[in-house]
Each structure stands twice: as C-alpha cells, then as structure tokens.
C-alpha cells in the first residue's frame, strides 16, 4: 500500500514537498514514480526513479524545478516542487512499477496511492 501526503495551497513560486509511504510490503527493488491529474484531463507523467536511485527520468514541463529521491531505509518516496506555477495544480499519485527500472508509461505501475492535491494559486 502506498500513502501519498504534502499536498497543500501555495502560491505561484512556492514549494512544496510530496511523500509516500509505503506499508504492507517494501518497494525498495521497484521503479517508483510520480503522476499528475488536472481537472477535466487525462493522468499524466511526472517523473520516476530507479529502484537505487541511480537514474532518474522527468517531464519537459517539470525539469529543472523538480526532484525525486526515494530513502529504501525508510520505504519512503520524496518530490520536491520548487518554483510551483498554477499549471502544476493537480492531483499527485505515486506509484510502484513492476521491475526496478523507471517507466513513463503508467501501464507498467501495479501499485498506486490514493493521491494528494496540490493547488497553485496565481
């Protein structure tokens, strides 16, 4: 099971910082990743991370203003949001992927949290 939290309201150039939290089972040899639904579209992609930690993959949309880290000591999966804009409103989902490798694709997730809203004002 994964427990998604750190969502909030912050105004447009804030930060703020995701958790999951993982109980039931250890992620620490899966691919983990994080996805985003807006209001009235489809899931998308966010950015994901290898079991270790090693290699990381991001959105055009979020590079350079977000990071992934993960602590397999403490089951736990980070994102740190910096330099929010009001089009990164949404709600957040981590996920697990089936092996250690990351995936873009959303398919390739077998466990997912409950998801944690993040609203930018302007």
């Known amino acids: 099971q994964l427990q998604a939290c750190g969502g909030g309201l912050v105004q447009a150039g804030g930060s703020l910082r995701l958790s999951c939290a993982a109980s039931g089972r250890t992620f620490s040899s899966s691919g983990m990743g994080w996805f985003r639904q807006a209001p009235g579209k489809e899931r998308e992609f966010v950015v994901a991370i290898t079991w270790s930690g090693d290699s990381t993959g991001y959105a055009a949309s979020v590079k350079g203003r977000f990071t992934i880290s993960r602590d397999n000591a403490k089951n736990t999966l980070y994102l740190q949001m910096r330099s929010l804009k009001p089009e990164d409103t949404a709600i957040y989902y981590c996920?697990?992927?089936?092996?250690?490798?990351?995936?873009?694709?959303?398919?390739?997730?077998?466990?997912w949290g409950q998801g944690t809203q993040v609203t930018v004002s302007s």
């Open positions: 996920a697990a992927a089936r092996s250690g490798a990351y995936s873009v694709y959303a398919g390739t997730y077998d466990y």
